[in-house]
C-alpha cells in the first residue's frame, strides 16, 4: 500500500464551483507540501503545513493539516481556469526533508 | 517498489569538488527530469530528457551535466561544486513530453551541501 494517497485522481469541475483534494499519509506527518504543476516549467510551491495542525489560505486557495487523521486537505473555492493543472502532496514522513510523493490530482475546469 | 530513487540521500562537499547525483525508475518511463529546489521551494526544471536524448536545456551553469545511460536512468554530474550549488535536487519520470499533462512521479530527493 502507498505511503502517501492522494485523491481524486482527477476532478473535473464546472467553473465557479468549490473543491477538494486529499492527502492521506499512512504515517505521521512532519511536513506537507503542496504543489502545482505546470506544464513545462515544473512545479509551483502552493504551501507547506507543519505537524501540530495548521491551515493556510493564499487567494482561493486553502490547505488544512489535520494531524489526527493524518491527512491534508487543499480546497479552492470559486474555481477558475487557471485552477486547472495536476496538484501533488509532498509529505516528510520522518522528519527530514526527503518527500514523499502523492500520485497527483489532474483537475480540469469546465467552462 | 520504489517508482523513482535517487542516491545519495545525503550529499556533504567542498568547494570545488566534483559529485554525481543519480537518479533511477522502474515505471517504464520514457521521459526524466532534474529539478532544483530553491529557497522558496519552487521546483525549477534543470534538465529534461526524452529516451536518452536531451530535450529541455534551461539556463544552468555548464559545470552541472546530465547523463542518461539508458532510459531507466539519469544521473547529474556537478564540477567543480560551489557554495550557491547547495539545494535539493529532485529527480522525476513521466510519460513523453507530447502529453498535455504529463503527470511527473518525483524521488525523494538529494540535499546538497557544499562547504
Known amino acids: 500500500s502507498q505511503e502517501l494517497e492522494q485523491s481524486p485522481q482527477s476532478l473535473i469541475v464546472q467553473e465557479g464551483k468549490n473543491l477538494t483534494i486529499n492527502c492521506t499519509s499512512s504515517?505521521?506527518?512532519?511536513?506537507l507540501y503542496w504543489y502545482k504543476q505546470k506544464y513545462g516549467e515544473g512545479l509551483i510551491f502552493l504551501m507547506m503545513?507543519?505537524?501540530g495542525g495548521e491551515e493556510k489560505s493564499h487567494e482561493k486557495i486553502t490547505a488544512k493539516l489535520d494531524e489526527k487523521k493524518q491527512q491534508s486537505s487543499l480546497h479552492i473555492t470559486a474555481s477558475q481556469p487557471s485552477h486547472a493543472g495536476i496538484y501533488l502532496c509532498g509529505a516528510d514522513l520522518d522528519s527530514n526533508y526527503q518527500l514523499i510523493w502523492g500520485a497527483g490530482t489532474k483537475l480540469i475546469i469546465k467552462p | 517498489d520504489t517508482a523513482v530513487s535517487q542516491t545519495p540521500k545525503y550529499l556533504v562537499t567542498q568547494m570545488g569538488n566534483d559529485k554525481s547525483i543519480k537518479c533511477e525508475q522502474n515505471l517504464g518511463h520514457d521521459t526524466m527530469y532534474w529539478y532544483k529546489q530553491d529557497s522558496k521551494k519552487f521546483l525549477k526544471i534543470m534538465f529534461s530528457?526524452?529516451?536518452?536524448?536531451?530535450?529541455i536545456n534551461e539556463t544552468v551553469p555548464n559545470r552541472f551535466s546530465p547523463k542518461s545511460p539508458d532510459k531507466a536512468h539519469l544521473n547529474l554530474h556537478i564540477n567543480s561544486l560551489e557554495l550557491g550549488d547547495s539545494a535539493v535536487y529532485f529527480c522525476?519520470?513521466?510519460?513523453?513530453?507530447?502529453?498535455?499533462?504529463?503527470?511527473?512521479?518525483f524521488g525523494p530527493g538529494t540535499r546538497l551541501t557544499v562547504l
Open positions: 530528457y526524452n529516451n536518452k536524448e536531451l530535450i
Open positions: 504515517k505521521t506527518l512532519y511536513g
Open positions: 522525476a519520470s513521466s510519460l513523453p513530453l507530447a502529453a498535455t499533462y504529463n503527470e511527473q512521479f
Open positions: 503545513l507543519q505537524k
